[in-house]
């Protein structure tokens, strides 16, 4: 029986080269099929909270971590960052990393041999490019053209993407809207919530941009110095004006 919770993370700390502590007893859940929000200022540790999840943290120098994250049941702790996503859980990283000097589609393929453990041939079954270019029909029309001509909304859209690729049931989202007009904030959000609404995947989505994450997010958590400070419902944080005030300086 697959629990309600997707993703359990339970007091975790995590400290840098033995000084800075960016994660002091943290918890939070990620309720299967919602959006989960999780704010916080520049440093608060966000970033680091995702790449504890994904196992990208165990790959940084000097990174030493305690506490339980358990994705679907399994502790994340026992799977290699490639085992994970091929059990569904997928990390689209802060600044869109994409591969500028191949194409769109390489760049999809790339994924999906990412996916595979393969560098060549063919990947072992052809991944859904037609789920991707639905979501992303701008991806579509510059599929032959280099991820590196792309605008930075584009990019994102592409990052997103690959992460699409995997099928996942969960996404950790890093800053989707960083460095995006207003316009193209919106336009990625859309999208996020349609792709949680019509195909129930999970999302913890970081974000500074405390509103529209709101705005799209079922619950949300608020991070600061490495603890959460408060949650609850995204529209009771996003409604409260101590919560705006005071830690999301929205006023
Ligand atoms: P931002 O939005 O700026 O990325 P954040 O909330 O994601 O902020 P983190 O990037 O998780 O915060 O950083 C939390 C703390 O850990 C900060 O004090 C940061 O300087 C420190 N830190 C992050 N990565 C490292 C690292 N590789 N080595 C040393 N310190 C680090």
Redesign the pocket.
């Known amino acids: 029986r697959p629990s309600d919770l997707v993703l359990e993370v339970n007091n975790i700390e995590?400290i840098?080269?033995k000084?800075?502590q960016?994660l002091r007893g943290l918890s939070l859940a990620v309720p299967r099929g919602q959006i989960v929000a999780l704010l916080?200022?520049?440093?608060?540790?966000?970033?680091?909270?995702l790449?504890a999840i994904s196992g990208l943290l165990a790959l940084?120098?000097?990174?030493l971590a305690s506490g339980s994250i358990l994705f679907d049941g399994l502790p994340v702790a026992q799977l290699a960052p490639q085992q994970l996503v091929r059990r569904g859980l997928s990390h689209v990283m802060?600044g869109r990393r994409v591969f500028e000097d191949l194409t769109v589609e390489e760049n999809l393929v790339a994924a999906s041999y990412a996916l595979t453990g393969r560098s060549s041939g063919r990947p072992d079954a052809r991944p859904d490019y037609d789920l991707v270019y639905s979501y992303f029909p701008r991806l579509h029309e510059r599929r032959k053209g280099l991820a590196g001509y792309l605008s930075g909304g584009e990019q994102q859209m592409l990052a997103i993407g690959r992460a699409l690729i995997a099928e996942p049931t969960l996404i950790l989202l890093?800053?989707p809207s960083l460095g995006l007009s207003p316009r193209l904030v919106e336009d990625i959000f859309g999208i996020i919530a349609r792709i949680n609404a019509e195909r129930g995947t999970s999302m913890l989505l970081?974000e500074?941009n405390a509103t529209v994450a709101l705005a799209v997010a079922h619950r949300g958590y608020i991070?600061e110095n490495?603890k959460i400070v408060i949650d609850g419902p995204a529209e009771l944080l996003a409604g409260d004006a101590d919560v705006r005030e005071f830690y999301l300086g929205m006023g």
């Open positions: 995590v840098y080269n000084a800075v960016a916080g200022s520049n440093g608060a540790g966000k970033s680091t909270t790449k940084e120098n000097g990174a802060e890093d800053e970081v500074q991070l490495g």
